[in-house]
């Protein structure tokens, strides 16, 4: 794999992509040739030198036209990929030096995103109305692998979970505190304080068992000397967890508070005086060290850093 990655890295270029696309699209190497502006011979001796760094066929010749075999598809598919990333660089560019738009793309826990995401995020796409934001949520482990990609230029989660925390740049913003939650419809609870021991008849929408929320739960369950439900519904959807909840009397589930209130302004679930012994985690902005944040990233951990200072 190392060999072909040199080879491609190399020798690629992205004209024999745009012609592998215009293959596809036309199916004759005649009519793909003329779209892309080359004599018919140039075109067979571009796809000819592909074809070699694959040492491999991409296509079938046969009487309907040319036919991209498995192989091909792999690789015409990352070919429309790249042509995409390539538009939106030179779009992003073009608006930069106009000094406009230009691009932000974060990933952010759950809990993190009501109280200090959105508030931030608001405030900073009023002030810069043609930037592009893109928001990924999911768990801090996944978003620091799209991070170190570059895929994301920041995550608002925790640099701890990853096998080397020091290689990135942490600022801390504050506590993720957990609620226990059933659905509005649920019967009354009592107002004084319940154990999860008090909630054994229930069934329970839990986290997957990658996340780290479902082994707070365990380590909860175990504190409280009961075991973990056999029969849980397990799902990271914070929409599929509250429509449960919703439809029934007798599931219950953990959410991150900040996430767990709006719900229950809406009448849509109640609160459990449960009262968790676990410490709340706490979250932070996490940046590649040693990279240059550009002007948006910037911008936007000021405004979250401004928030969290006003809420102290």
């Given amino acids: 794999m190392k060999d072909t990655f040199n080879i491609l890295l190399s020798r690629l270029r992205m004209k024999q992509l745009q012609l592998l696309i215009a293959l596809d699209d036309h199916k004759s190497m005649h009519k793909s040739a003329g779209a892309m502006a080359m004599t018919q011979s140039a075109a067979s001796k571009a796809l000819q030198e ?29 070919a429309r990929l790249l042509a ?10 073009a ?14 826990i759950m809990g993190a995103i009501p109280e200090c995401v959105v508030p931030a995020l608001n405030a900073l796409h009023a002030g810069q109305p043609d930037l592009s934001i893109e928001v990924m949520e999911d768990t801090s482990a996944r978003m620091l692998l799209q991070l170190d990609e570059g895929r994301l230029d920041l995550v608002i989660g925790r640099a701890a979970v990853a096998a080397d925390p020091s290689k990135y740049r942490y600022l801390p913003l504050g506590d993720e ?10 019967a009354p609870l009592p107002k004084k304080e319940m154990s999860l021991r008090d909630l054994t008849g229930h069934r329970w929408v839990t986290y997957p068992s990658h996340m780290p929320l479902h082994a707070l739960l365990e380590r ?35 959410l991150p508070t900040a996430i767990a209130q709006p719900f229950v302004r809406q009448k849509m679930l109640r609160i459990v005086p449960v009262r968790l012994k676990s410490p709340s985690q706490t979250f932070g902005v996490v940046a590649r ?24």
């Fill in 50 to 78: 592909l074809e070699s760094m694959f040492e491999a066929p991409l296509f079938e010749r046969s009487k309907t036209g040319m036919i991209a075999n498995p192989l091909g598809h792999c690789v015409i598919r990352y």
């Fill in 84 to 93: 995409t990333d390539l538009t939106s660089l030179c779009q992003e560019v």
């Fill in 95 to 108: 608006e930069i030096r106009s000094g406009r738009g230009g691009r932000l793309a974060i990933g952010a």
């Fill in 177 to 186: 505190p957990l609620s226990v939650v059933v659905g509005y419809g649920h």
């Fill in 220 to 254: 909860e369950m175990d504190l409280a000397g009961v075991t973990m439900p056999g029969n849980p519904i397990s799902t990271a959807s914070t929409f599929v967890t509250v429509s449960l909840l919703q439809d029934s009397a007798d599931l219950v589930s953990l």
């Fill in 289 to 312: 060290k040693g990279g240059v944040l550009p002007p948006p990233a910037e911008a936007f951990i000021q405004l979250l850093t401004q928030q969290t200072t006003s809420a102290a």
